[in-house]
């Protein structure tokens, strides 16, 4: 049974950091796409960043790119989420995901490419 869990929200000013991390506690060696999410209450979720573990490749939605950086440690088993330089609008619930099979490029900030998914970490910037 795979588990993700997520870890590292909080609260922060403008301008500041935070590092989520993603935990995988179960069966997921197969898994070589992993993702990051957001949503706040009455918006779709957003995908805004993934990984391709296989060749170490990376994808940033616009509204975070050079601002986050995503990185996965497989011998922890943990994927990161380093946001720097945070915005009020970068306020939202995080999740982690991870999918069983690879993801087309275009298919990497769609949801149900996903197959695994966390709880969830709330991150405020004021």
């Known amino acids: 049974q795979v588990q993700l869990v997520e870890s590292g929200g909080g609260s922060v000013q403008a301008g500041g950091s935070l590092r989520l991390s993603c935990v995988d506690s179960?069966?997921?060696?197969?898994?070589?796409?992993w993702g990051w999410f957001r949503q706040t209450p009455g918006k779709e979720r957003e995908g805004i960043a993934s990984i391709y573990t296989v060749d170490g490749s990376t994808y940033y939605a616009d509204s975070v790119k050079g601002r986050f950086t995503i990185s996965r440690d497989g011998s922890a088993k943990t994927m990161y989420l380093q946001m720097n330089n945070l915005k009020p609008e970068d306020s939202a619930m995080y999740y982690c995901a991870a999918s069983r099979a690879g993801i087309l490029p275009s298919r990497r900030f769609q949801g149900e490419s996903y197959d695994y998914w966390g709880q969830g970490t709330q991150v405020t910037v004021s």
């Open positions: 179960g069966y997921t060696y197969s898994s070589n796409s």
